[in-house]
C-alpha cells in the first residue's frame, strides 16, 4: 500500500535481530532466528513477487495465500539489510542488498566495504540476485550527527543527550549481567568520538568529519542520526537546520 500511494519510492529493510535478550523474550534462540529469517524473506519475496504463497518450512506454512495489491515497484521495493558482520556482509554483496553500518570505527568499516565492492564485482551479473532490479546498491555509515554554533557547545549537549541513549541502549545488556565489556564501550562518548562514532562540532567541523567518513570509509552514502536521547526537539531541529543550510551545500560541491 505505501509503495504504490508513494509511487514507488518505499524502500524495504529486512534483518533478523541481533539481541540474545530480545530473542529469549519469545524462546528463540540465535541459531531459530537466522533459520527463522530465511524463511520469512523467502516467503516475502514470493509473495510480493508472484501474489501468492504457497510454502511449508520449519516454522512457517501457508497454502494458497494471495495478495490483492501488488507493489507499484516491480518485482519489489529495493531492499536493505543493517550490518557490521563480515559474513553477512558477503551475503549482502552476492545480493546486491544495500546496507548501513553504525557502530564499527571508520578503518572496520572500510574493510568492510572494500569486501561488499569486491564481491558484488563477481555477482553483479547474476540475474537470480534479490536486488538484481538495483543496478547501484548502497553501502553507508550511520552516525549521531549534532550540530550547534560552536565546538563546545555541540560537545556539553550532545554528550548529556547520549548518556541517556546509551542508558536505554544497554540496558537490557546490564539487566542480564553482560560481561563481554560492550556496555561499556559504547557508554565511554569521548573514546568513541575519537573513533569517529559520532559526528558533533560547529558546521564546519561537522563538515570536515563527514567528508572524512566518506573519504576513509569509501562508503557511498552517508546518514544522520540527529534526535537521540533526551535532546529536545528544539536542540534537534537548530541542529538539523544548520546541517541542512551550512553542511549540506558543501558536501554536494565537493562531489
Do not use: C
Request: glycine share 6%.
Amino acid at each position: 500500500m505505501l509503495d504504490n500511494m508513494s509511487r514507488g519510492r518505499l524502500e524495504v529493510g529486512i534483518g533478523r535481530g541481533v539481541s540474545p535478550f530480545e530473542l529469549a523474550f519469545y524462546n528463540v534462540t540465535p541459531q531459530q532466528a537466522r533459520a527463522m529469517f530465511r524463511e520469512a524473506l523467502d516467503i516475502l519475496i514470493a509473495a510480493l513477487t508472484t501474489g501468492e504463497v504457497s510454502y511449508t518450512g520449519e516454522y512457517f506454512s501457508f497454502k494458497n495465500v494471495r495478495l490483492h495489491l501488488a507493489p507499484y515497484q516491480r518485482p519489489y521495493p529495493p531492499l536493505w539489510y543493517p550490518t557490521d558482520n563480515t559474513n553477512s556482509m558477503t551475503w549482502l554483496a552476492q545480493e546486491g542488498l544495500n546496507t548501513i553500518t553504525h557502530y564499527p570505527p571508520m578503518t572496520t568499516m572500510r574493510e568492510l566495504f572494500d569486501l561488499y565492492k569486491r564481491v558484488w564485482q563477481e555477482h553483479k551479473t547474476n540475474p537470480a540476485r534479490l536486488n538484481a532490479h538495483v543496478p547501484e546498491p548502497k553501502y553507508g555509515i550511520v552516525r549521531h550527527v549534532y550540530v550547534a554554533e560552536t565546538d563546545a557547545r555541540a560537545l556539553h549537549e550532545a554528550k548529556a543527550a547520549f548518556a541517556d541513549f546509551i542508558h536505554n541502549f544497554n540496558y537490557l545488556r546490564l539487566m542480564h549481567g553482560d560481561t563481554s565489556g560492550r556496555a561499556a564501550y559504547l557508554a565511554d562518548f569521548e573514546a568513541r568520538l575519537a573513533e569517529g562514532l559520532h559526528v558533533v562540532g560547529s558546521p564546519e567541523t561537522v563538515k570536515k568529519q563527514v567528508q572524512e567518513h566518506l573519504h576513509i570509509t569509501g562508503s557511498n552514502y552517508f546518514v544522520g542520526s540527529f534526535f537521540f536521547g533526551t535532546l529536545t526537539s528544539e536542540q534537534t531541529l537548530r541542529s538539523m537546520r544548520l546541517f541542512a543550510q551550512e553542511v549540506m551545500p558543501a558536501l554536494r560541491r565537493a562531489g
